[in-house]
């Protein structure tokens, strides 16, 4: 009895991490590497070789790199991810969180700016929370043709369909800036406000206090939120993809390539090659990060 | 004017910003709401002249062989059985982690890092075409098996900090008093780990209700259709588009996520600070 408890001690810890492994085995790990098989094959959707493929080795691979629209798609992703994450929701969300972070004059006026400030950061925070589909609509809408933005833009055409690349950038710093702005004024608030008091009763003009104070406190973090909104905008497939619908060409972003090959073209040994060309690329950034991580901890634990 | 705070030109600089950020971002939600109301509803930007609840309310108008409220209804189901499964796994996964350290327990983690940060539409792909060879597309047990796996390491990482900050003493305490382990499991350490719990399984739900790629890759009949697949296909029809009905449906469809999002705002903030300053 005694050492059937002693046994079941010794195990418990294994069973109870198995549904997890499992899950994950079967769900994410077995279709990474069944992906790779995949992509060495010929395996149509429907047609002949639908039933009875062959093995090809590398041919779906070559047909890539000769493929224009792969390329396209790859380069506008790389345009996109530098556009909306980098200059867009990093510069936006650091502003933001500036700004939440300012101490208004306690008078009428400061009290209606302060209003004003907490419904911009709800507007902000909601446009990161609705659903991918709700936004993909709504931006898809107001850059129609007579929405808002052609409005605005003095444009008589669909503002999407003429330039979707700038019409998705434009569209994902909407959706994805609340996550810097958050991750900054997190970040802000673990930075103790008499450091601030001190550079301003030494006399530091604002600037000053945010070159020579807050951005060096911030860096780290500002790195952190680089890399995950670097990876996360990369891999960005759902609103593009609603706002611009299927009737636009798939030389978009390469998630997009990969959705149409698959799905609507029946294909997805070639999908296949290209998610895998994708996924190394995205796998660098993920290592980039885990490294970065690693260095950041050393760092911090040898400061204390 | 109270130390540290703005002068008067920076003032009106901070609310010249402040304004331009809520109109960019106002804008489009405020076009779906009112959209919602106009019974003329259109792409144009323009306040209701006669506002209608008729959009709300021919929610339960057949589109297909389908109807939007059957859809919110099939995010719910699916929702609510993908956060119940996704936190059951990762509460035991997450516990024993804590709890008995193993060996390859860090290598565990950052292969959970990874798989976090992998992007679906790349295992979309071989997911759809190894549940065809099984037969097994079409079909709401896939769905809330792979989306579970797929939160699983997300779901854990959380987890895995609550349990790390309830020492592991309370519950060596209660084993000396007389309770069995899974007593003082039971007892002891699942009520303190409640909130976080709590905020997994309202975190896997809205992960779920949000999720476009996955169900569009296994999903095929319009009458199963989550709400996001829902609304795609709502709006992919060919001819005119439905706009006042479709700006209903999303408001109806976007309310639980924003809640959600408002009740673990907390949570979310916490994570993120330890993010930003780890």
């Known amino acids: 009895m005694s050492s059937f408890t002693d046994t079941l001690e010794r195990f418990a810890p294994h069973l109870f991490l198995f549904p997890a492994l499992l899950l994950i085995a079967l769900f994410i790990l077995i279709p990474l590497v069944w992906n790779l098989y995949l992509s060495m094959t010929n395996f149509k959707l429907i047609g002949p070789t639908a039933r009875e493929y062959d093995i090809i080795w590398l041919d779906n691979y070559l047909e890539l790199v000769s493929d224009e629209t792969f390329l396209r798609a790859l380069w506008n992703s790389f345009l996109f991810t530098i556009f909306s994450a980098i200059i867009g929701q990093v510069v936006l969300g650091l502003l933001l969180a500036l700004a939440a972070r300012a101490s208004l004059p306690d008078t009428p006026i400061g009290k209606a700016v302060s209003v004003l400030r907490t419904l911009t950061l709800v507007l902000v925070f909601v446009s990161w929370v609705i659903p991918e589909v709700v936004a993909g609509y709504a931006w898809a809408a107001l850059t129609e043709k007579g929405g808002l933005a052609s409005l605005l833009l003095g444009a008589d055409y669909r503002i999407y369909a003429q330039h979707p690349l700038g019409t998705i950038i434009v569209a994902n710093i909407w959706r994805g800036t609340a996550f810097s702005m958050i991750l900054f004024i997190a970040a802000m608030e673990a930075i103790p406000r008499y450091i601030y008091e001190a550079a301003e009763i030494d006399g530091a003009t604002p600037f000053q206090r945010f070159r020579h104070v807050i951005l060096p406190l911030l860096a780290p973090a500002i790195l952190v939120d680089f890399i995950l909104i670097t990876i996360w905008t990369f891999n960005v497939f759902t609103q593009p993809f609603i706002m611009l619908r299927e009737a636009l060409g798939k030389e978009v972003l390469w998630t997009i390539f990969v959705y149409n090959e698959a799905v609507k073209l029946q294909n997805p040994s070639l999908a296949a090659a290209a998610a895998n060309v994708m996924f190394a690329v995205v796998m660098a950034m993920i290592l980039a990060y885990l490294a970065f991580m690693r260095r950041l901890e050393r760092w911090y634990y040898a400061g204390r | ?278």
């Not at chain 2, 699916?78 to 290598?107: D, E, F, I, M």
């Not at chain 2, 008093?177 to 739900?205: H, K, M, N, Y």
């Not at chain 2, 609304?231 to 959600?260: M, T």
Request: no cysteine; charged share 10%.
């Open chain 2, 1 to 278: 004017m109270q130390a540290g705070s703005l002068a008067n030109l920076q003032v009106i600089a901070l609310v010249a910003f402040l304004l331009i950020v809520a109109l960019f971002f106002g804008a489009p939600l405020l076009w779906l709401v009112l959209s919602s109301f106009d019974p003329n509803a259109s792409p144009e930007f323009k306040v209701p002249s006669s506002p209608t609840l008729s959009h709300y309310l021919g929610l339960n108008r057949p589109i297909g062989n389908a109807t939007p409220l059957r859809w919110i209804v099939n995010s719910i189901i699916l929702s609510a059985a993908t956060a119940t499964l996704t936190t059951l796994v990762a509460v035991l996964s997450a516990y024993t982690l804590t709890r008995h350290p193993l060996r390859w327990q860090k290598g565990f983690i950052t292969l959970l890092v990874v798989f976090r940060l992998t992007p679906s539409i790349v295992l979309a792909v071989p997911v759809m075409v190894l549940l065809r060879a099984v037969g097994m597309l079409n079909s709401y047990t896939s769905l809330v098996i792979v989306m579970t796996a797929l939160i699983l390491p997300f779901a854990i990482m959380i987890l895995e900090s609550y349990f790390r900050a309830i020492p592991v003493d309370y519950e060596e305490a209660a084993v000396i008093d007389g309770l069995s382990r899974p007593e003082a499991f039971l007892r002891i350490t699942l009520p303190l780990a409640a909130p976080g719990i709590a905020t997994v399984w309202l975190l896997a739900f809205v992960i779920m209700w949000s999720e476009f790629v996955i169900p569009v890759f296994i999903l095929g009949d319009p009458a199963k259709y989550p709400a996001s697949v829902g609304l795609w296909f709502f709006f992919g029809e060919h001819g005119r588009v439905d706009y006042g009905r479709l700006s209903a449906f999303s408001i109806l469809y976007s309310i639980p996520a924003v809640i959600v999002f408002l009740v673990i705002r907390k949570h979310l903030e916490r994570g993120l600070a330890a993010l930003a300053s780890r």
